[in-house]
């Protein structure tokens, strides 16, 4: 393992970007989703990322100069076309657009189409929560999950997280992918030349498997058994009809540089505390985390990232040897120590 600061390898993961060939503001935008990954302890959602979007840029799969084009359709309603770029300067725009009409409307939803691999959602609603708006958010993903009793993935992972304000302390964030386990962790096993427990995924036929390389030719485990590949249905048609993008099935994969851009879909709903009570809602949101928190052994979601946080800003960032060798080699350099006085980053 190599370990560094996060700032030296946020310069690494924009310079490896840009070269691939993303603006310096997408490349910026994606560097922040993929260190605040790492920070919170999730390496699946981080650098490890970055060698499949930076083939996706190279091949044309994802458009690294992409603008988002943001319209507000109706007076709660924003709609986003990522337009094959980024979902991350997608989502940020269309939060930045949404926040000020849910102080107004007290509830606001934003669609976001022609879209791509998301990251942590957890990140986005934290963030729109510390504005004391509670966030529900979903997305669509490539086909992982058969419908209940199939053996063909029809839906994705398909991801669904929740950002609630809390009085004077951290926001409360739940972050779950639909399946037992995230995609990425099979796609990191099978790198690894690892075994994945029993449980996580079955193969092409419909068995369990332990081989994360025939768990990826056939299909992940939902949560919940059949209540939960319902649940993926229900995300399909929240992230990706309503936004009229393409469901799971339709989806190219978010881990090689194959075939037309995934064109999937987000979806965030917005509710303005204020508008349902203010200090009253939070009171009884603390009722409920304090009731919570009074039972031994338990603890509320999202209570280790932020422990994460302050442990890996204390002691670096440490990513396998191999990634740090590759990312080195798509950012031309020897050593982020060397991109401290890079003309091509801010």
């Excluded at 075939?259 to 009884?284: C, K, S, T, W």
């Excluded at 009074?294 to 990232?305: Q, Y």
Aim: hydrophobic share 45%; charged share 20%; net charge neutral.
């Amino acid at each position: 393992m190599t370990t560094y600061t996060p700032s030296k390898l946020h310069a690494l993961a924009t310079r490896a970007l840009i070269d691939a060939g993303a603006s310096l503001e997408n490349a910026g935008l994606v560097a922040d989703a993929l260190i605040a990954a790492e920070i919170d302890g999730i390496s699946s959602h981080g650098l490890s990322r970055l060698p499949a979007y930076a083939d996706q840029l190279a091949s044309g799969k994802i458009d690294g100069t992409a603008s988002p084009d943001v319209k507000q359709t109706a007076a709660a309603v924003v709609s986003v076309d990522a337009r094959y770029g980024f979902a991350f300067p997608a989502i940020e725009a269309g939060i930045k657009t949404a926040l000020p009409i849910v102080r107004e409307t007290g509830v606001a939803a934003v669609a976001i189409r022609n879209s791509h691999h998301c990251g942590m959602l957890g990140h986005t609603v934290e963030s729109v929560a510390r504005h004391n708006v509670l966030a529900l958010a979903f997305s669509n993903t490539p086909a992982a999950i058969a419908p209940w009793g199939g053996t063909r993935g029809v839906f994705g992972t398909n991801p669904v997280a929740l950002g609630c304000p809390r009085r004077d302390l951290q926001p409360l964030v739940i972050d779950l992918a639909i399946s037992v386990v995230a995609r990425g962790k099979i796609m990191q096993a099978a790198n690894r030349n690892e075994s994945i427990p029993e449980g996580w995924a079955l193969d092409a036929s419909g068995k369990p498997t332990t081989d994360p390389r025939k768990a990826l030719a056939g299909t992940m485990v939902p949560i919940g058994g059949a209540k939960g590949a319902a649940l993926a249905l229900m995300v399909e048609l929240l992230a990706a009809a309503l936004t009229r993008s393409h469901f799971g099935f339709e989806a190219s994969s978010f881990f090689d540089a194959k075939g037309e851009p995934p064109g999937i879909g987000q979806l965030f709903l917005m509710f303005d505390v204020r508008a349902f009570g203010g200090d009253a809602v939070l009171e009884r949101i603390e009722t409920l985390c304090q009731a919570i928190e009074e039972d031994s052994g338990a603890r509320l979601p999202g209570a280790r990232r932020f422990a994460n946080r302050v442990k890996i800003a204390e002691s670096g960032i440490a990513i396998p040897d191999p990634l740090y060798q590759d990312l080195l080699k798509r950012a031309h350099v020897s050593s982020p120590d060397s991109l401290a006085s890079d003309p091509k980053l801010p």
